[in-house]
């Protein structure tokens, strides 16, 4: 996406608006719409996203076509739901599906299309979110602060700063992004604190443009969120589980990198974990199904804690949209 593409809400059209979003409503009601972090439509009456209700195709330009939205701006909409729910069987649906998740989440999923003003240009919505999103994950009150490098830290308020300059309109050097993003993957060669590579991870994905990144930004975003909630149900876990969760994270960090390598990358998962025999043991037991049902159980101990936490990130992006400017095409 262009820092220079212009967008009009449902095309200024307040019908239009009310006969789409009614739309998803009635999707929703049938039980085949659901909040999705990527778009999806079908026509066969299986399972489509909120966004492919709204528009009712699975093509990314049909859609910002007919809704006037940026698509990037739905999937992290729908992405942010996502991530607080879980998905179960239920036979009584018509999909066999059920989602479960608390109230201040489930109730976002259509929170967010109903306060989009008609007419508004939603361009920026999502670089605005990312910018404040960092800013929150680098404040010294953030869950996770006491775990984040120095180095780290000045590479997220380096890419805070050359953010601000792109969407204020002015140009930044594809140099600087390099040097950027060379001083980053520096930083996270730090082998620390286990639990500051999601940090890492966050941080160096996030060294590039603002608006070119912003269509990848919801897959950072998810993944992160993970290793937040993780983070949270940490606290729950008996020593031993908690030692054995921080190794297996050193473990799928050597693995992970493996993967990434050109000349690893085709080797089996097992030939890779047996570089590292040291960590090996502490990824598989982690795996195994009475720790993960022991996480699983912490992770409920944590819900009010990471539900609260992904509401205000919510909340951030509502007023993002809730503020968006009017589209000169609205006052055509």
């Given at each position: 996406m262009s820092g220079d593409t212009r967008y009009c809400a449902f095309l200024g059209d307040p019908a239009r608006k009310a006969h789409m979003v009614s739309r998803v409503r009635d999707q929703r009601a049938?039980?085949?719409?659901?909040?999705?972090?990527?778009?999806?439509?079908?026509?066969?009456?299986?399972?489509?996203?909120?966004?492919?209700?709204?528009?009712?195709?699975?093509?990314?330009?049909?859609?910002?076509?007919?809704?006037g939205l940026p698509i990037e701006l739905a999937t992290l909409c729908e992405g942010l739901v996502y991530m607080g729910v879980e998905f179960g069987e239920d036979k009584s649906t018509p999909l066999g599906l059920a989602m479960k998740g608390g109230d201040a989440i489930t109730g976002f999923a259509m929170a967010w299309l109903e306060a989009i003003p008609v007419g508004a240009d939603l361009g920026h919505a999502v670089p605005c979110f990312m910018h404040s999103f960092l800013a929150s994950i680098l404040a010294h009150d953030f869950a996770m602060a006491a775990h984040l490098s120095p180095a780290m830290r000045a590479c997220g308020e380096r890419i805070l700063g050359l953010w601000e300059r792109e969407m204020g309109g002015m140009?930044?050097?594809?140099?600087?992004?390099?040097?950027?993003?060379?001083?980053?993957?520096?930083?996270?060669?730090?082998?620390?604190?286990?639990?500051?590579?999601?940090l890492s991870e966050l941080v160096e994905s996030l060294t590039w443009p603002v608006h070119g990144l912003a269509?990848?930004?919801?897959?950072?975003?998810?993944?992160?969120?993970?290793?937040?909630?993780?983070?949270?149900?940490?606290?729950?876990?008996?020593?031993?589980?908690?030692?054995?969760?921080?190794?297996?994270?050193?473990?799928?960090?050597?693995?992970?990198?493996?993967?990434?390598?050109?000349?690893?990358?085709?080797?089996?998962?097992?030939?890779?974990?047996?570089?590292?025999?040291?960590?090996?043991?502490?990824?598989?037991?982690?795996?195994?199904?009475?720790?993960?049902?022991?996480?699983?159980?912490?992770?409920?101990?944590?819900?009010?804690?990471?539900?609260?936490?992904?509401?205000?990130?919510m909340d951030s992006l509502l007023s993002f949209i809730e503020t968006a400017e009017p589209s000169p095409a609205s006052a055509a």
């Open positions: 049938l039980g085949r719409a659901f909040p999705l972090p990527y778009l999806k439509w079908r026509t066969d009456g299986g399972m489509v996203s909120l966004s492919g209700a709204l528009a009712e195709t699975q093509d990314p330009e049909e859609f910002t076509a007919r809704t140009p930044v050097a594809s140099k600087e992004w390099r040097s950027l993003r060379t001083e980053a993957l520096r930083a996270a060669e730090d082998p620390g604190d286990p639990w500051g590579y999601a269509p990848e930004f919801t897959p950072i975003l998810q993944i992160f969120m993970k290793e937040l909630r993780q983070f949270l149900a940490a606290p729950f876990l008996c020593s031993e589980d908690r030692a054995l969760l921080a190794q297996s994270l050193v473990g799928f960090r050597e693995l992970g990198r493996a993967q990434r390598d050109p000349e690893l990358s085709q080797l089996p998962t097992e030939t890779l974990l047996e570089r590292h025999p040291h960590t090996k043991q502490a990824v598989l037991a982690s795996m195994k199904p009475e720790m993960q049902a022991r996480m699983n159980a912490a992770k409920q101990q944590a819900q009010s804690e990471s539900d609260r936490l992904l509401r205000h990130q």
